[in-house]
């Protein structure tokens, strides 16, 4: 009874995203998404963070690990806690780690994934990342990694190196359900996204594209993340105001997740 209750409830979701809200011009899109984050930027909407802690985390005291992303010592909005910072960053032992929170929904050779029908055209993943895709090397690793809402929101550098592109793609805001699609990586090719590339210390390149869905207020860039900037791998690259995925061209292979796993920023790939 409740697998048949969740099936139809994406298969609910699978029309809204795809027949309703999918078909809608961006414009629109945009409207309805401002109004939704704002709900959450009124200091009322502090109230919403304790019953959905409890909703949704099964640790009593994950909130504990947290501290505003606003400096103050108690959250002054539902948005303040969805942005929330670490108290103590996570311990990085190793080279590469996962940049973000999520769930893996998609993973393998570059090369030979499906290629993505997009309003009537087939198109490419390497197209997710825009001028840049086209040059990614053959032999490269995707993974798309889809934030829901009781994920960490921050997107950390992966590896040591200096930023090499930052590419700013207009586009919709189309759901982000993995499960309301044929092919999960849809909306990362429809959707405006940030496209930031690091070239690690072994001279690779590591391709990032941010992707925004509905109800994100904004993508915001740290400071730091600059065109030529240095970067610390585990450090801080960009924020979302609610959303969302985040895609990633690697050049080493993912041997310690598969596709339906939670992913935590700072565990290793390998």
């Known amino acids: 009874m ?10 609910v979701f699978s029309f809204i995203s795809i027949y309703v809200w999918g078909i809608m011009p961006g414009r629109t899109q945009r409207w309805i998404s401002r109004i939704y984050a704002d709900v959450y930027n009124k200091n009322w909407s502090k109230k919403l ?3 959905y802690c409890k909703a949704h985390y099964s640790d009593p005291n994950y909130i504990d690990q947290f501290i505003p992303a606003s400096g103050a010592e108690t959250y002054k909005n539902f948005q303040d806690f969805f942005t929330r910072l670490w108290k103590v960053p996570p311990t990085i032992k ?3 780690v996962w940049a973000c929170e999520g769930l893996l929904c998609e993973y393998g050779n570059i090369d030979d994934l499906n290629l993505v029908r997009v309003k009537g055209q087939k198109r490419h993943l390497r197209t997710i990342f825009g001028d840049a895709g086209k040059d990614i090397p053959e032999g490269y690793y995707f993974s798309n990694i889809f934030l ?6 921050r997107i950390h550098a992966p590896v040591n190196g200096k930023i090499s592109r930052i590419e700013h793609i207009p586009g919709d805001l189309v759901l982000l359900r993995p499960w309301a699609y044929k092919n999960p990586s849809l909306p990362a090719l429809r959707n405006e996204r940030i496209n930031v590339d690091i070239i690690d210390e072994e001279g690779k390149t590591w391709y990032l594209s941010i992707v925004g869905g509905p109800g994100v207020g904004a993508i915001v860039l740290g400071d730091k993340t600059t065109l030529g900037s240095s970067v610390e791998i585990g450090k ?3 924020t979302f105001l609610l959303g969302s995925t985040c895609c990633i061209a690697s050049p080493i292979p993912v041997t310690k997740n598969k596709i339906g796993d939670q992913v935590l920023m700072g565990e290793p790939l390998q």
């Open 49 to 51: 963070i304790k019953p």
């Open 148 to 153: 829901h809402n009781n994920n960490y929101h």
């Open 2 to 11: 409740a697998a048949a209750k969740l099936i139809l409830k994406r298969s």
């Open 236 to 238: 801080e690259i960009a």
């Open 94 to 96: 190793t080279d590469h």
